[in-house]
Every structure is written in C-alpha cells, then in structure tokens.
C-alpha cells in the first residue's frame, strides 16, 4: 500500500510539473507574439520634431516646451527636434530663461536665464534691448521669476506678445513663444498660479507644458 502511495503521489507530481512546463511555455509563447504585436506597432508610429503629437505644416518651425518644476527640475526647451535649453544642457537656471531664435531660419541665436528673486532686473532689460526684429523669443519659469520684475520689464515682455506677464506672481509657473514686432496678443502662452490651495507641489503649482507650430517668418 506503501508503495502504492508513493507511485501515485509521483505520478501526480510529474502531472503537475508538466502542467506547469506547459503553462510556462504557453505564457512565453505568448509574451513573444504579444512582443511581435507591439514591436510592429512601435515601428509603425511616426516621431514627430520634439515629440510632437502631430507633425506642423510647412512654413512652420516645430516646439514643445515646459516651465520648471518647483525648484528642481529646470525648464526645458526644443525647437525643430534640437533642444536649446534644458538641465542636461546645463543652460538653464533660477528665474526667467530665455532662448532667441531666428525667425527666418529657424536657427537658434543665443540662450540665457535671469534670476529674478535675487538677481538685477536691469540684466533682463538690458537683454531684451538687445532683441532683434524678426526674433522669436521662447521663454520659461523655473522657481521663482517674478519678485524684481518691474514695469519696465514687463511692458518690454507684453510688447513681445505676452498677455500674463502683467500678472504673474511670486513662484507663478508660466511658460510663453512670442517675437520682436509681432502685432497681436501670441496664442503660445500658459500660466497657472502660486496658490497654496491648489498647488501640486508644497509652495509650486504644477508643471506647464505646451507645444505647437511657430509661423516661419517670410519677409
């Protein structure tokens, strides 16, 4: 009876383990044609310039941007596929960064960052003097960017097309692509508030990010 016993209990062990073996060669089967599905899938998708959800007609330069978040993680910058300014990059800092662009040609002209809580606002005015007709300038937050504006500085950014930057506040995330001579309020503009209630981060709203096609200039 014995022996009876320990026949049967390996019978139904060598049961078991071929079930398993069989599930285990099924699952990867499996894995594998799910793997293939995927895989095909992936190559089938078409990149966008800067990751774009969709590609921008011709005449127009691509872009996808983001403020800081917090004071962390700085703000990030890409333009027709290059990135201009970004943390890799080590291009980027405290307060309001700013990338010039050629508006003809797409090519980018010069990058800088200006920190307005402990920094000289005259720095920044002095820099966008400099500004050139033609330019397209792309600007983000990282931390804090607000504290030493002052009218000067802000009439200089709402005359590049900025709709907020009459508004914006202490630790306020906002991001913006407007130009030198642009005649209109530019529709690339996104600001959130600093607001205890509602932030995402303790003392820093949430992240913006926006991305769109920039009309290459003709003339």
Known sequence: IRHGILKLAALISVFFLAVFL???????????????????FATRQERYKCGLSKPCPEGHFSFKMASGAASV?????????????????????RGINIALVNGKTGDLIKTDYFDMWAGDVNTLITFLKTI?????????????????????????IGELGSSSISTLGFRDNWIFVGGKGIKTKSPFEQHIKNNADTNKYEGWPEVLEMEGCIPQRQE
């Open 73 to 93: 993680v700085g703000p990030k910058i890409c333009l027709e596929d290059n990135i201009l300014m970004s943390g890799v990059k080590n291009n980027v800092g």
């Open 132 to 156: 050139e007709e033609g330019t397209v300038v792309m600007m983000a937050t990282f931390d804090d960017s607000a504290s030493k504006l002052n009218d000067e500085s802000k009439t200089m």
């Open 22 to 40: 069989a599930f285990q060669l099924l699952e990867i089967n499996m894995d594998f044609n799910l793997g293939n599905v995927f895989g095909e």
